[in-house]
């Protein structure tokens, strides 16, 4: 423990007097040091790495390979998706980051939802061993999966052999994902709300929510019941037909919108976690692939 933060120390002054070394030589700046930047991202130190590689000279042709992904790995350890793809298409073939810069630069964008630039990503990722080329079609088979094209992703998969350890886990769970998405019966807002309107509750029982359901009949019907019998007996104008009949009018159509907000969180929450499911299992094959 003291070691590490003896370690964490030595950083924050290094760091602090390049800062001060930069702003007394703004025109000047220190000559970059990589072997230091690889070294604070392997510790986890992605905000440093950052101010490092912007505040040195690392802009010799020389260096713009391992500088675009040590900046691109930072931004994405970071959670600035956008920015990290920006910087990791950059990275060249000859380089030996080439191939996880364009990985990630991909997930990346799948991550962010932009499908089309992540498969274009891919297919243009030149590969040179069988591996590298059944995790570019497995790769490229989830994002069509994430775009809902489950013939695509079939297309794709039974071209890819799935034995490597580093896909075969996660290939299984895509592909319950895909028979899921094939299987799933979208349910209807509007068809919730019909049903409400018809017989209060039914719109819930409709969402699955039975219990809800249950509640919302009786207490609706409940208040329709003495609504009715208080205009039977004394009439609309009376206060107690009024109060009564308010609030089953309230609760009648808090019914209705209830029983819409429960289908579209309903549906909100399967594409959520089919969405969360598929990318992780696109991450892990990554991971296991390039962090050995």
């Known amino acids: ?19 001060i070394n930069s702003i007394s030589f703004s025109q000047n700046k220190p000559d970059c040091d990589l072997k230091f930047v690889n070294h604070l991202v392997n510790i986890g130190n992605f905000k440093e790495a950052l101010f490092l590689l912007d505040s040195t000279d690392c802009s010799t042709d020389q260096l713009n390979d391992s500088v675009s992904y040590f900046r691109g790995w930072s931004l994405y350890s970071l959670m600035r998706l956008s920015a990290s793809s920006e910087n990791l298409i950059k990275v060249a073939p000859f380089s030996s980051f080439y191939l996880k810069s364009h990985f990630f630069a991909a997930y990346n964008y799948s991550h962010l939802g932009y499908f089309e630039e992540a498969i274009q990503v891919l297919k ?29 992703y079939e297309e794709l998969i039974k071209h890819t052999d799935l034995s490597y350890y580093e896909i075969s886990e996660s290939a299984i769970v895509l592909q319950k994902m895909s028979e899921s998405i094939k299987n799933h019966k979208s349910k209807s807002p509007f068809a ?26 009786i207490s609706t019907t409940g208040l329709g019941v003495v609504s009715l019998e208080n205009y039977r007996k004394r009439g609309r104008k009376s206060f107690s037909t009024i109060a009564f009949g308010t609030a089953f009018a309230f609760s009648y159509v808090a019914n209705i919108w209830g029983s819409v907000l429960s289908v579209n969180i309903l549906e909100t929450e399967y594409r959520d976690n089919v969405k969360n499911t598929i990318l992780f299992n696109l991450h892990i094959p990554l991971r296991n692939f390039f962090d050995k």
């Open 1 to 19: 423990m003291k070691n590490r933060c003896k370690l964490n120390t030595e950083i924050t002054l290094c760091v602090f007097f390049i800062s």
């Open 192 to 217: 919730a709300a019909i049903l409400s309107g018809i017989i209060p509750g039914s719109g819930k029982f409709y969402a699955g929510k039975k219990g809800q359901a249950i509640s919302a009949f």
């Open 124 to 152: 243009n990722i030149d590969v040179t061993t069988q591996k590298q080329t059944f995790l570019k079609n497995y790769e490229i088979a989830g994002v069509q999966l994430l775009k809902g094209d489950t013939a695509g």
